[in-house]
């Protein structure tokens, strides 16, 4: 059975940088495409971005300019950073497998992490 | 981007009820939408995709309708368990991949 865990600091400085890693378990990391989303109550559910092991990825535009997503293959995890954060951050974050190919929607889910951005 | 906008914001629903979550595009999406059901605490899980087909274990009560820019989530009949709320996901043009604002299906 996959499952994903998300891991990292729950607590963010403003302007700092937000590191989650998220670990694939129950199969090989380099099986789908991955991506990361958040909710927050003030902007629900948003897609921040998809990650390949090859490096294939694409980003959200609104957040593309902050925004990197890497794969740890020796690891089997998956990661994204987010530079100078805000409290407009703030939010779960989620880890998640892409479906199908060629459909961006998310039949695996972490079980999320809460990130607050506070001083 | 293509904005998703859900109604009602809140359903209030008795057991047994039919009930209906309405999701409109404000773009063309064909038929690449997605509805989740996420309960407090929880992640959403996929319920259908393609607007229409239910994801293997999705109970047949559950159904979903309409292409283009109207999209319906039909439960034919409410269980105790499908109190939750619900969100429409499109897919038809990305970046980014967009979700409405979610329904709220709570107890009447």
């Known amino acids: 059975q996959v499952q994903l865990q998300e891991s990292g600091p729950g607590l963010v400085k403003p302007s700092e940088t937000l590191s989650l890693s998220c670990n694939v378990s129950g199969d090989s990391v380099k099986s789908y495409y991955w991506s990361w989303l958040r909710q927050s109550p003030g902007k629900g559910l948003e897609w921040i971005g998809y990650i390949y092991f090859s490096g294939d990825a694409d980003y959200n535009p609104s957040l593309k300019s902050r925004v990197s997503l890497s794969v740890d293959t020796s690891k089997n995890e998956f990661s994204l950073r987010l530079r100078s954060v805000t409290a407009a951050d703030t939010a779960v974050y989620y880890c998640?497998?892409?479906?199908?190919?060629?459909?961006?929607?998310?039949?695996?889910w972490g079980r999320g992490t809460l990130v607050t951005v506070s001083s | 981007e293509i904005v998703m906008t859900q109604s009602p914001a809140t359903l209030s629903v008795s057991l047994g009820e039919r009930v209906t979550v309405s999701c409109r595009a404000s773009q063309y999406a064909a038929h690449n939408l997605a509805w989740y059901q996420q309960k407090p605490g929880q992640a959403p899980r996929l319920l259908i995709y393609?607007?229409?087909t239910r994801v293997t274990g999705v109970p047949a009560r559950f159904s979903g309708s309409g292409s283009g820019t109207e999209f319906t989530l039909t439960i034919s009949s409410l269980q105790s368990e499908d109190f939750a709320v619900y969100y429409c996901q499109q897919y038809n043009q990305w970046p980014p991949v967009t979700f409405g604002g979610g329904t709220k299906v709570e107890i009447k």
């Open positions: 393609g607007a229409s």
């Open positions: 998640a497998r892409r479906f199908i190919a060629g459909m961006l929607v998310f039949d695996l």
